[in-house]
């Protein structure tokens, strides 16, 4: 088996081909989405480098409050130590490495099922049963802890030693995103799907508009105009674009209350992004909705759907029977993708795959791709 550098170089002359301009451009080779060898590169070049949405603030209101998460097999304990304080920790005891915590809830400590080695909610040593004879100075110790970044209610980490400003990872996309003013909403409801195929597949589905009038024309397919739409590309991979579509319902009709920042917008006001590695953001004219794609494997995929109303939108009539419509058709959305991607990442592993020509549509995508192959040959 050889290794992912050596992978690379017999992959460079199709790169060259996702390389050229738009309309004589290539897809990706499908053994980009296939390779555990390129799958453990992505994780130290990509998911180890960015900054990450890994949850909401909300999620952890109180003093005390914990979720447990992983990237990657990585794992890691989110927590509120302090009312004005978010912590992100390594979920590995001092000692061996077992996990301190798991699942979610509150806790006035963690405590280490294997020797009983005790961290406060911050990350900090508090005991260590049996260790008074070390010699060992563990008077400062604590679980390792990540750098930590909140911006617009959602908790972003990142792995690095000296990561990249925040600011700058954002960018241009800081002002751009006028329309996701998520820290202004509340997550009503949270989707979480696992698909078998490559993160990648997954990514690039969320942005490609020309699939949207086929397999979702029973959904939302034949509200948007995706002939006409345009995107803007920005630095590091990130885009977003405008266009004209109806809100999330089997029928196009808005059922909830208009979000307070796009009352002067036309109601059919779409807008979406993409801020890499894996994060996708869309608008409605009265919601929102924020997609996490989370590598587990080389060809598993979890998909988080975060759906985000402002405050309001309970108090229409029939509140919990149209929520659940609404989370219903974001579902089946997902469904009608995972048939799909499923099947690219089939045709991925074979030895007769040939990557297809570019649509025109698919500009992102190729805005995308091609910056895969910067960080990956960098």
Not at 99 to 118: L, M
Not at 192 to 218: A, T
Not at 224 to 239: I, M, S, T, Y
Request: charged share 25%; with cysteine; aromatic share 10%.
């Amino acid at each position: 088996m050889t290794n992912a550098c050596e992978q690379l170089a017999v992959l460079a002359p199709k790169f060259k081909l996702t390389r050229e301009k738009l309309l004589r451009a290539r897809h990706l080779p499908g053994h980009v989405y296939s390779s555990p060898e390129l799958y453990a590169m992505e994780k130290e070049r990509i998911f180890m480098t960015h900054w990450l949405s890994v949850a909401r603030v909300e999620e952890v209101p109180n003093v005390g409050d914990y979720l447990t998460f992983e990237v990657m097999n990585e794992p890691i304990i989110i927590s509120r130590p302090n009312p004005d304080e978010i912590s992100v920790c390594m979920n590995m005891c001092l000692h061996r490495g077992v996990a301190v915590a798991s699942g979610c809830g509150h806790a006035k400590d963690f405590s280490c099922p294997y020797h009983a080695w005790t961290f406060s909610v911050d990350g900090k040593l508090i005991a260590a049963p049996g260790m008074k004879e070390s010699e060992v100075d563990m008077k400062n110790a604590r679980l390792k802890k990540l750098q930590v970044k909140i911006w617009r209610g959602w908790v972003f980490v990142n792995f690095a030693e000296d990561p990249i400003p925040f600011e700058e990872y954002m960018g241009v996309m800081e002002d751009k995103l006028w329309w996701f003013q998520s820290d202004q909403c509340k997550v009503a409801r949270k989707a979480i799907i696992d698909v078998k195929c490559n993160w990648k597949f997954l990514v690039e589905n969320l942005i490609d508009i020309y699939h949207v009038g086929v397999i979702h024309r029973s959904t939302f397919g034949g509200f948007v105009k995706g002939e006409k739409l345009r995107f803007n590309l920005e630095a590091n991979g990130a885009w977003h674009t405008r266009y004209e579509a109806r809100p999330h319902s089997k029928g196009g009709e808005q059922v909830f209350p208009t979000l307070p920042w796009a009352t002067e917008e036309s109601p059919g006001i779409a807008c979406k992004a993409g801020i890499y590695p894996n994060i996708n953001l869309s608008m409605r004219a009265d919601s929102l909705r924020m997609w996490h794609i989370w590598p587990i494997s080389p060809g598993e995929t979890r998909v988080v759907c975060y759906m985000l109303f402002p405050e309001g939108a309970s108090s229409i009539p029939n509140y919990d029977a149209e929520m659940e419509k609404y989370v219903a058709f974001v579902k089946q959305i997902i469904a009608e993708d995972a048939m799909m991607v499923e099947s690219l990442q089939n045709a991925s592993g074979s030895k007769f795959f040939e990557p297809g020509p570019m649509a025109p549509l698919e500009e992102a995508l190729h805005h995308m791709e091609n910056h895969y192959v910067d960080l990956m040959t960098a």
